[in-house]
């Protein structure tokens, strides 16, 4: 049969054409249409509806909750294979080819070249020949390549394919559309700027910025993007489910690349906002399920920070109201408490889930929620001890692997039956089994894979342990180390593989008896633990402890055991840890009475062949392990990996670095510039307390971050003497991890970063970082650098603050007589004038003027005539108050303004200046007083009235004239005058004043 269609850009805009035609016109006889429905319905449920035609815009709801899947991208390549199947097989039964032939193929849309592979392989399965014809078509200098089986008219050069429509302006149901042709489409790098700047726009309808957050979370390299999102979520107009949405994405890449400790912040941050999602839509219940899933995913591994256990997390899901396009997500909640069980050793839970979920996995028809079920049985009979039952569950799942698992499934099962082979002592086969996993796993390489690889060399690492080979062993936990150190990052250096490794290589630096370097190993592995550990590992690190401290009584080594001693008896690799470190014990010290436990517990265990092989290690052909693991490769790998991560790092600083300092040197005033630094502190170095202290006069004074309520003195006292006396210490600068003993109380429980602001060599201000208590990270020499960095930017900018006010102060202060000059008195009127209105504070205003002082010019000189003024001014500034306001506005003319002052007050305090003068000379003064009051309004009016009195004083010299507070109209009218004549009144005040010395 022949189909031919002609392309157009509507169909572009359909991420699965031409194939979703065949879906709407495949002729199916009426009596077999049930049979039909009921078979795509075994197809993957959250697609039902996309192969049912894609005629309505709601279908994607349920594609987009399926991205939140840590294994979407294999679900979805399994869903496209089933649908073409079930396609094909309906032609099947008339035809036995099926030829599409495509007109106007430019096109196509971009996910074209992914869905035909899928199409043509399935073709294949059911024995139909498939051909795809295409008119013409555009070479995009990619290199990419056709599938096999299609065909191509002719090449177009120079145009590019129809790209998918991320228009902000176009509906929504389109936007959508074309972001999961994106998806299907394997371009994602492609268009990851355009993502994100789509989720940054609030003009972009909500669902299809979630949905632009969930697609741009399947990135390699979405970490990169993290920073940028999490900034623009955080500013104001994100809703509040979209804050909710890119929490949970960021915090299920995370886990998916086993970054506990990030993801445990994301989910957290999630978790404060899932009491206000509202459960109105199907999409909104299917995401907050994804989330109680992930996040029981999550503390199964590591507890972290919650108080939800993952038992807890698993039921809240099952809770929510159901639907037949979520019960995948049902079936991985019924997964994951049959796993938590298992771990936990509640066998008689864990069966009653795991098959609740293998019935409905197997009723559904979702093949790879069976082979993960099988996958679990494996796990769980392996627990119990059940070593035949774990390795045929585990047979029949690694049948389905290659066609339904993913490359790390694969790899996994292969890495569980080796040790189950290696606890019956069956090591050639264990170690074929782990060899098997680690090369399918490197030929289908992807920095995802890294997590399995790793496991892997783990298990390899196990086996030399338990065969008494450590040298061997030893290489592959260096190599294990530093590929686990792959998965560092500035705040999270927490990982399983990590605390696998460090205590790997303890164990086999023990047994070749190099003990300088079993303690710095030792050293790493404690390094990653925490207060609250698991018990496997608690129970590691005891044991460890007693082998390098050689304490070897009964008392130590009971304390060791403690940990697991309810595990003992059921779980096998409890009892396979327990009787190595007896055998460990035995070597040390020769006391057959280890000896004799071991063999005890092994008989329990079934594990005698680990003591005929510690006494007599068995040869193994290691050389398949060095065939199968490029070290070389792997670590190289790593080491560009690193680096790149670095080069992120360093340029995260630098950005940083340059966006606070141009805030900090563009701010003008000091109050401004530290009011901008903290929110700068607590976003970029994710802290949860700041004490910024800046030094006065009289001591320290604490900087108050503005919304935030100041700590009681007693404790900021404690923060400033902790850090001064640290900062004696280490006067560059010092971070510290969480030190319970030292750090004061508001700092209990957190790492410290203390830099001091100082210039010059002299201690300005001190700064005090302390990150969330119990965050389960440290600060680092990185933070402390670009902290340190941006307190000498604030140092320098408090330097041009202080110089340019003393700038300022300098050019309002008189360089004959010290006191202030004519600059400052506009603003001193403006703040008495104020305060008299607000608060009906009096004040009055005194001009001085020196009687004959040209004379003293003339006949003396200008020398003594400044001394004179000079004199003048001593005797204003001895007789005044310290606020009051001596300002020098002409040659041998002062104005004196009297905060808080009465006319009668100012003129017996003018009357002291007049007698002052006139006993000591050189020369005597007239004076002009008068209060103010509001009638006066401007400065104009009130400087010339009080003029006029100075100027009538002077009239007989050596006196004072008082200005009487005038009838109201009076003084109206004269302000009216005087506020018509603008700066010319008290201009030509100040223009008659006297003579310039």
Known sequence: MEIRLTCSQESARDPFYPFSYLVSHIPIPSEKRGRWVRSMRRAHPYLFRVWRGLRSADWRDGLVSALISERFPAVLSRFLRTGMVLILRQYHRT?????????????????????????????????????????????????????????????????????????????????????????????????????????????????????????????????????????????????????????????????????????????????????????????????????????????????????????????????????????????????????????????????????????????????????????????????????????????????????????????????????????????????????????????????????????????????????????????????????????????????????????????????????????????????????????????????LEVLLERRFTEEAVREAIAPVRHELHDALHVQLSVVLFYLDLFRETHDITWQARARDVAREAGLESILSAHRQPPQLPWETVEAAVPDRLLHEYVELGRRFIRSQESLRQHTLLHGCSRRILDDGQLDEVLQSLFPVLRTNFETEEVFLYLRREKGYERVQEPGVASQPPPKAESVLNYAIRRLDEFPNGIFTSVDWGMNPGPLQGRSVLLVQLALHGERRGILVLGNPRGAQWSYNPDDLTILQSLADVLSLKMENLDQLAALRERSIIDDLTGTYNKRILDRVFMELAALNRRTGMPFSMMLLDGDDFKEINDIRGHLAGDEAIRHIAGVLTTTLRPYDRVIRFGGDEFCVFFPSTLSANARAVAERIRAALESQGPCTVSIGLAEYCQEYGTLDSFFRVVDEALYRAKGSKNRIELVKQPAPTEISEGGNESAKTGKDGIGSGLDRSGTES
């Open 95 to 543: 035809e036995s080819n099926l030829y599409l032939t495509i007109s106007n193929a430019m096109e196509l849309p971009r996910a074209f070249n992914n869905i035909a592979e899928v199409f043509l392989a399935a073709g294949q399965e059911v024995g139909i020949e498939t051909r795809i014809h295409l008119d013409e078509f555009a070479d995009t200098g990619d290199g990419k390549q056709l599938p096999a089986n299609v065909t191509v008219r002719q090449w177009r050069e120079g145009r590019p394919r129809q790209t998918p429509c991320l228009d902000k302006n176009r509906p929504a149901a389109a936007t959508r559309g074309g972001l999961l042709s994106i998806l299907v489409s394997g371009t994602l790098d492609d268009y990851r700027q355009q993502l994100l700047e789509l989720v940054l726009n609030s003009e972009v309808d909500p669902q299809v910025r979630e949905t632009a957050v969930l697609v741009l979370s399947r990135s390699e390299d979405f970490g990169e993007l993290v920073p940028t999102l999490v900034a623009g979520v955080r500013a104001s107009g994100v809703p509040f489910r979209l804050t909710f949405v890119v929490h949970l994405a960021i915090g299920s890449f995370y886990y998916r690349a086993a970054f506990l400790d990030e993801a445990h912040r994301y989910f957290a941050e999630a978790h404060r906002c899932v009491p206000w999602i509202s459960l109105d839509t199907p999409l909104s219940v299917e995401l907050v399920r994804a989330f109680w899933i992930s996040l029981g995913n999550l503390l199964r591994e590591d507890r972290g920070r919650f108080s939800e256990v993952p038992e807890q997390c698993y039921f809240l899901a099952l809770e929510l109201p159901q639907r037949s396009e979520g019960e995948i997500m049902e079936i991985a909640a019924l997964r994951g408490l049959a796993a938590h069980y298992t771990i936990n050793s509640r066998f008689v839970p864990a069966e009653r889930y795991l098959q609740a979920a293998l019935e409905r996995a197997r009723r559904a028809g979702l093949a790879e929620e069976e082979f993960e079920c099988l996958r679990l049985h494996g796990a769980f009979y392996e627990r119990m001890g059940q070593v035949d039952r774990a390795v045929a569950a585990l047979r029949t799942a690694l049948g389905m692997a290659r066609s339904e698992g993913s490359a790390d499934s694969f790899a996994g099962i292969h890495n569980t039956l080796g040790y189950l082979y290696m606890t019956r002592g069956a090591w050639n086969t264990a170690l074929s089994h782990y060899v098997e996993g680690v090369r399918f796993m490197v030929d289908r390489f992807r920095p995802s894979n890294l997590h399995e690889i790793i496991s892997s060399l783990h298990n390899i690492v196990e086996l030399a342990l338990a065969v008494n080979h450590p040298q061997v062993g030893l290489r592959y936990a260096k190599l294990a180390y530093r590929l686990s150190d792959y998965f560092s990052s500035r705040r999270s250096v927490r990982h399983w593989n990590l605390i696998r490794s460090s205590r790997h290589l303890t164990q086999l630096a023990l047994r070749v008896g190099a003990m300088g370097q079993a303690r710095q190993f030792y050293q790493w592995f404690i390094g990653n633990l925490r207060p609250a550990e698991h018990a496997f590992n608690e129970f590691h690190r005891r044991q």
